[in-house]
């Protein structure tokens, strides 16, 4: 096989990955958005590992991902962490929620943490108050990435 034959497997999707995009539910989809300047690291060590395994333990769903939305330029040029985001795909989306209703406070989420999820056609929030989570919110915000 040549160099160029064996890149090119390299960077063609596997069958695995076609098939995982073709069977993407929206429905069991859950965007963590945690507000504030959460970095890569902090965001894995924070919050990423101690949801995928609790999501593991039941076979509720496993991270994906995470991400961080900038903030405006700054007078230096530089730009704050606004938010960071962590995708996680579900086998159970309501007990994947319940899961994390329930961690995420213990993980020390920041006030105003949300929940991302659509039922049906209806996209919804859930968000952590001083008072506890607020359930079922309407959402306008898309996913950065997967405009869901």
């Keep these: 096989m040549s160099i160029f034959s064996k890149l090119g497997s390299l960077l063609r999707p596997s069958a695995k990955s076609v098939t995982a995009q ?14 504030g300047d959460v970095g890569p690291i902090d965001r894995g060590t924070l919050f990423e590992n101690p949801i995928d395994s609790a999501l593991a333990i039941g076979s509720l769903g496993a991270v994906l991902g995470g991400g961080s939305s900038l903030g ?10 606004e938010f960071c985001g962590i995708d996680i795909d579900t086998t159970n989306r309501d007990g994947a929620l319940s899961i994390l209703r329930t961690l995420l406070p213990s993980l020390n989420a920041p006030i105003g943490t949300e ?3 659509t039922v049906g ?5 859930d968000e952590l108050s ?5 359930l079922s919110k309407p959402r306008t915000l898309l996913h950065p990435g997967f405009g869901v």
Excluded: N
Aim: avoid cysteine; glycine fraction near 6%; proline fraction near 8%.
């Design 22 to 35: 073709k069977s993407f539910a929206v429905e069991q989809f859950v965007y963590v958005k945690i507000p």
């Design 121 to 125: 056609s209806e996209r919804l929030q």
């Design 72 to 81: 405006e330029e700054r007078s230096d040029g530089t730009r704050p962490i």
């Design 115 to 117: 929940l991302h999820y």
């Design 130 to 134: 001083p008072e506890g989570w607020l």
